[in-house]
């Protein structure tokens, strides 16, 4: 019985160890000296984690409990234009990404990809993950979405290639008037929701859930990449 309690302790304290969030971006080996110095490996992690997350975007629009805040705008625009919902994520990512020129913000390789890779994969799987039609299999389809978002956008930022439209317009906002980032992020969204909801957008339980873990998801995968790599 010792024996077994010794050994569970041991596993709870592995998991504690590796899933201890982390405060800041770890500096991994690939990280990028510039939003422009591109390498083939470098390139690779980068449209991987990208893909990553637009599958995890999709888990939650499959999971039928409510999309990102985000999404919930894409898809209103998706229900009242009818083009898809891929397209739809594309043309809102190059809105926003119009919104840098007056804040002076410059995006990067990772930028640019961003707004393409993201909503290929988001199409991608909207086509071919099954919507969930109980609530058991939707919300584990939607905490597995918030998880593998949190997963990918570690990997990606890690890139150093350049933030995504959304994160540099809040960024951007936050440098020209001076409120706190976290502030910023939630009139951002706080807006782009109302507005998808509006449209006919589709929010709920997993809007929730994205807003409330998403952030602990990212820090609890920056810290799994800093052990992994030893920073």
Not at 107 to 130: K, R, S
Not at 151 to 161: F, H, Q, R
Request: charged share 10%; hydrophobic share 50%; glycine share 12%.
């Amino acid at each position: 019985m010792s024996s077994s309690k010794s050994s569970s302790k041991k596993i709870v304290d592995l998991a504690a160890h590796w899933l201890r969030p982390h405060r800041t971006i770890p500096h991994t080996p690939w990280r990028a000296s510039n939003r422009w110095d591109l390498s083939p490996l470098r390139m690779l992690i980068l449209g991987f984690g990208l893909f990553l997350f637009g599958i995890g975007e999709a888990l939650l629009v499959q999971s039928h409990l409510g999309n990102s805040p985000w999404v919930v705008l894409s898809e209103g625009i998706s229900k009242r234009s009818g083009i898809s919902l891929g397209w739809a994520t594309f043309l809102v990512s190059c809105g926003v990404l119009l919104l840098w020129i007056p804040l002076k913000e410059r995006p990067g390789f990772g930028t640019i990809a961003n707004i393409v890779v993201i909503a290929f994969a988001l199409q991608i799987g909207v086509d071919h993950i099954p919507l969930q039609h109980s609530f058991a299999s939707g919300l584990l389809l939607a905490l597995l979405g918030v998880a593998l978002v949190g997963i990918a956008s570690s990997i990606y930022i890690t890139c150093g290639l350049g933030p995504g439209p959304r994160d540099g317009l809040m960024t951007g906002l936050h440098q020209k008037t001076h409120i706190r980032v976290g502030r910023v992020r939630l009139v951002i969204e706080t807006i782009v929701l109302t507005i998808g909801v509006i449209l006919g957008g589709h929010f709920g339980l997993g809007t929730a859930l994205f807003a409330l873990l998403i952030g602990q998801a990212v820090a609890v995968s920056f810290g799994v990449m800093a052990r992994l790599t030893h920073q």
